[in-house]
């Protein structure tokens, strides 16, 4: 398992416990609640493929391709590290190049970082 996957499997263990980060994924549409469903694949440097799968807000992570990824990251896999110890986000790790979303909305990954982020504030 190379070193980004083993660092998010942590915080998505966490992340399953944690109500708050996974209110994160729930949308409001019309006054009703909805569920945010989306799968992340990653393609990173020095890493096999692995993704991540939000459906029903229960986080679950795959080794391989999904082929139905809504979105789809590469790049450097010390940049994915850095976000699950809390030293630095999706946002930043874009701006400077480090991952490319080559499929889907930047939008869509900067949820999934308020998660991690909560997930890091509360321990």
Not at 2 to 19: D, F, H, S, T
Not at 80 to 89: H, L, P
């Amino acid at each position: 398992m190379g070193v980004a996957r083993e660092n998010l499997m942590k915080i998505v263990e966490r992340m399953n416990k944690k109500p708050k980060a996974l209110q994160v994924f729930v949308t409001d549409i019309g006054g009703k609640p909805v569920n945010w469903n989306m799968t992340f694949q990653f393609n990173l440097n020095e890493e096999d493929p692995f993704y991540l799968v939000i459906k029903d807000q229960e986080i679950v992570l795959n080794t391989g391709t999904s082929q139905n990824a809504e979105i789809v990251m590469s790049g450097d896999n010390n940049a994915i590290t850095k976000v699950c110890q809390g030293k630095g986000d999706f946002t930043h790790a874009i701006s400077r190049e480090e991952i490319t979303v080559e499929k889907g909305k930047v939008m869509d990954v900067i949820r999934l970082t308020r998660a991690i982020t909560i997930v890091l504030k509360t321990g």
